[in-house]
């Protein structure tokens, strides 16, 4: 028998590398790279499993799904999100929009992740770190706690809703000629069936993105410290009507027909 040469033994188990162990935050880091090297429809478990070497199933152990993974991405991205102003001096609502903003711009750069973040419940720090600014500028603002809540939910709405839509828009190849075939439409609109359309015209669809998202912006706040307070009722499921009328909703034991003899 011809004996092996020693460059083409097999190496032994003992002699390779070992493997980083897992963690949620390596795990999380390598989507990061993963989404911005191949976009987040290849940020699935099975794809980052081949990117980590190891089995699909080991990754649930730090992660449920797919979907906790793409929220735990969004939050890190998150990161990005300019906080300063909730820093700085100035307006409030000047600078609740600047930070606003960023947080959309940030979104914008990832159209993808921008309408995952639709449905995604990010819960980690820098999503916390988020919300505490937003509404740290809103109780400077003299919103009362409840349209403070519930003012949050209303603008990251709307910043994430016109990220989606608009980064949507970018990825088209057709995104000029749909405006194009839009501002023809306005313009040949008839004035006697839509003479509100014809009056207004281009003033529909003028101004740079950026300036009617902080108007958008500044009208959602406007309406926050305005609005009367929202009900905060806890909802308890109870029948709405606890006393209904006998008449329309008889008790068994004293409708038509029931002995009543004590």
């Not at 979104?107 to 921008?114: G, Q, V």
């Not at 937003?134 to 016109?162: F, H, I, K, M, S």
């Not at 109870?238 to 008449?247: I, N």
Request: hydrophobic residues 40%; aromatic residues 4%; negative net charge.
């Amino acid at each position: 028998m011809t004996p092996h040469s020693p460059s083409s033994s097999p190496r032994s188990r003992r002699e390779r590398p070992a493997k980083p162990a897992l963690t949620r935050a390596g795990i999380v880091a390598t989507a990061v790279e993963l989404m911005r090297a191949e976009g987040l429809e290849r940020v699935t478990m099975r794809r980052l499993a081949q990117e980590l070497d190891t089995g699909p199933a080991s990754l649930y152990v730090y992660v449920r799904n797919t979907a906790e993974l793409h929220a735990a991405v969004l939050d890190e991205l998150l990161g990005e999100v300019d906080l300063s102003p909730a820093r700085s001096a100035g307006d409030w609502r000047d600078r609740l929009v600047r930070l606003l903003t960023s947080y959309v711009e940030v979104l914008f750069e990832h159209p993808a992740l921008a309408r995952s973040a639709l449905v995604a419940r990010p819960s980690g720090e820098h999503y916390l770190d988020l919300v505490e600014a937003v509404l740290a500028l809103l109780t400077e603002g003299g919103a009362a706690p409840e349209r403070a809540a519930w003012g949050l939910d209303l603008l990251l709405q709307y910043g994430t809703a016109t990220a989606a839509e608009h980064s949507t828009r970018a990825e088209s190849a057709d995104a000029q000629r749909d405006r194009e075939a839009l501002t023809a439409v306005l313009d040949n609109a008839s004035p006697d069936r839509h003479p509100r359309i014809t009056a207004l015209g281009h003033d529909l669809i003028a101004g740079p993105g950026e300036a009617r998202l902080a108007w958008g912006f500044q009208v959602l706040l406007s309406g926050i410290v305005t609005a009367p307070d929202p009900d905060t009722t806890p909802d308890t499921g109870a029948d709405p009507d606890p006393d209904p009328d006998p008449d329309t909703d008889p008790d068994p034991d004293t409708s038509a027909g029931a002995d009543t003899t004590p």
